[in-house]
């Protein structure tokens, strides 16, 4: 590092050390790609928390689920989680019934492992890229930290020709040095508000898949016990 009097921004990092340099262009990448991410979540849970209530207000409004289910399959508009694990399940219903020596019991087993497959693969679409904000809301602080650390250890090493050091040759290098830190704290403190808030999201549309399951299970165990 370089022991310089420039203390703007974009001279701190100018003069920064290759090393220092080098950490701080993977952070700002860091923090770009999650915030790319912030966004397309964002967007995606929005989303899926419409789908899910616009399906629960169609499903309890009908009785019919043929009607439903047709309407599910029929590819004429967008699907969300809640009616996908509606339609594996229903399909799996209406396949084990119609074959012959096939009880309650296990049309009904059939039907949840259909439904649970289902919800397991619609889990894993609305989970996905919340470990990456994870990530980089735990390890961001450190790197920047080294970044630091190295920075100053090289301050202190052109230092080492000064006969006499004062603030004015220590705290320039410093400054660069701390720059690190900060662009680690500023890729890693929206990454951990996002993960937290998504999560959170996540866990609540995943209760409504397990409520949902459990209550399409009765409605069709009653169904099937009429039949």
Do not use: C
């Not at 928390?49 to 409004?61: A, V």
């Not at 009785?63 to 590819?75: E, F, K, M, R, V």
């Not at 049309?107 to 470990?131: C, K, N, P």
């Not at 866990?203 to 016990?225: C, I, K, P, Y």
Request: charged share 20%; proline share 2%; hydrophobic share 50%.
């Amino acid at each position: 590092m370089q022991i310089t009097s420039d203390l703007s921004f974009v001279g701190m990092i100018t003069h920064a050390s290759v090393v220092v340099q080098a950490i701080l262009a993977l952070l700002m990448l860091v923090s770009l790609l999650s915030w790319w991410h912030i966004f397309m979540k964002m967007f995606s849970i929005r989303e899926a928390n419409k789908q899910t209530e616009k399906f629960e207000r169609d499903f309890w409004s009908s009785s019919d689920l043929n009607a439903i289910y047709q309407n599910a399959t029929s590819g004429r508009h967008g699907t969300g989680s809640m009616e996908r694990i509606f339609e594996s399940g229903f399909r799996e219903f209406l396949k084990l019934r119609r074959q012959p020596g096939m009880d309650n019991v296990a049309v009904m087993e059939g039907t949840r492992r259909a439904m649970r497959a289902t919800y397991q693969r619609e889990m894993d679409g609305l989970e996905a890229h919340l470990s990456f904000l994870a990530t980089v809301g735990s390890v961001s602080p450190y790197v920047g930290l080294f970044g630091t650390v190295w920075g100053i250890m090289n301050a202190f090493r052109g230092l080492a020709n000064v006969a006499q050091a004062t603030l004015a040759h220590v705290a320039p290098g410093i400054a660069e040095a701390l720059v690190a830190t900060a662009i680690g704290l500023f890729a890693a403190i929206p990454a951990v508000v996002a993960y937290n808030r998504y999560s959170h999201e996540v866990d609540r549309l995943a209760t409504r898949f397990d409520s949902f399951m459990e209550e399409l299970s009765n409605v069709l165990q009653r169904q099937a016990g009429r039949a």
